[in-house]
């Protein structure tokens, strides 16, 4: 195995999975900053979700039982169009939930404490408009709702059961699913800034002693609103995960870039006029990363620079 590596990883449903289904139509036709080295010998995983884009569907969510979900995924790549060092891509789990449940109990496995040691880099998936997004209590408002209950009538049994509201929305039917969904109920907030604690305390420095680097990406861009694109990226995590967006800000150790991500520029599920054009396209020639530096939005057509640039020159 090579020696140089870079980790994917992310919660439950933040787009690891079609991100790595659109991948392969780059690297089969060499388009992009990264390029696969050769194919994985088992492939079966990534060819049968890259056929659910071919067909215009998005791959769908990865086995979630804990046992038998886990599937370990590698590929050998290189950055700088293929003439960068020779680096694995590691996925050490496919299925987003077992991050949740290795930061619900503070334990890693030994497994995944060397693989994190050994790498010099990480991608770390979210999504925007995860039905999966856990939002932490909104006391202010939770109060004022449940003012309004006492001061016009009994509050639902609902809210008896459960009187404050674990998600921001103030929609109790929202907040029960969501609980329900996400088995430890950790806001999705802490869940990222628990990871990047691991990236900071693990990751390995660079081979020319540079700091470990991490592409923070935002999945599913196409569907944040216009005004909030335009904003760009950080900007979007200011405002969706203040929280996180705190804990980037104040990173000493790790080099950071945040990156909106459209693996086919569009919507697939809820915009059939956007997958009609698609399908008559080749899946290679679409999608975009949008970059922000400083104050300026970048969009560029290649959906591999968050792993190129982890990977590094
Ligand atoms: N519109 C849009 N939706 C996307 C994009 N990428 C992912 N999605 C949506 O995100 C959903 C979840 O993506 P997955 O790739 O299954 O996420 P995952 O991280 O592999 O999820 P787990 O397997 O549960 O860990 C998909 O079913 C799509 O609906 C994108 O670029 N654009
Ligand atoms: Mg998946």
Request: proline share 5%.
């Amino acid at each position: 195995m090579v020696s140089r590596s870079v980790v994917l990883i992310g919660g439950p449903d933040s787009g690891k999975t079609n991100y790595l289904a659109r991948l392969w139509p780059s690297f089969h036709k060499k388009k992009g900053e990264l390029r696969a080295e050769r194919m994985p010998d088992d492939i079966s995983y990534v060819d049968g979700a890259a056929e659910h884009l071919m067909k215009g569907k998005f791959a769908p969510r990865s086995d979630r039982n804990l046992e038998v979900g886990r599937v370990d995924f590698s590929i050998d790549v290189r950055a700088g169009r293929g003439t960068g060092d020779l680096t694995t891509l590691m996925v050490p789990d496919i299925s987003g939930e077992l991050w949740t449940r290795a930061v619900a109990t503070s334990e890693i496995s030994t497994e995944w404490l060397s693989l994190l040691e050994t790498a010099e880099g990480a991608v770390l998936f979210l999504r925007h408009g995860s039905n999966q997004t856990v939002q932490p209590l909104d006391w202010v408002n939770a109060r004022s709702v449940l003012d309004l209950y006492t001061a016009e009538e009994p509050a639902p049994t609902t809210a008896e059961d459960d009187p404050l509201p674990a998600n921001g929305t103030n929609d109790a039917a929202a907040n029960v699913e969501s609980e329900e969904q996400s088995e430890p109920g950790i806001p999705t907030q802490v869940l990222l800034c628990e990871l990047l604690r691991y990236l900071d305390l693990l990751l390995a420095n660079r081979d020319n002693g540079g700091a470990p680097r991490v592409a923070v990406v935002i999945a599913a861009w196409d569907r944040v609103a216009v005004d909030m694109r335009s904003a760009g990226p950080r900007r979007y995590l200011e405002h969706e995960f203040p929280l996180f967006a705190g804990r980037l800000a104040c990173e000493s150790r790790l080099d950071i870039k945040v990156f909106g991500l459209s693996i086919i520029g569009g919507d697939l599920d809820d915009d059939p006029a956007f997958r009609e054009e698609f399908l008559k396209t080749d899946v290679s020639d679409q999608g975009y990363v949008v970059l922000q530096n400083n104050d300026n939005c970048e969009k560029i057509a290649d959906v591999t620079l968050p792993i190129a640039w982890a990977v590094g020159g």
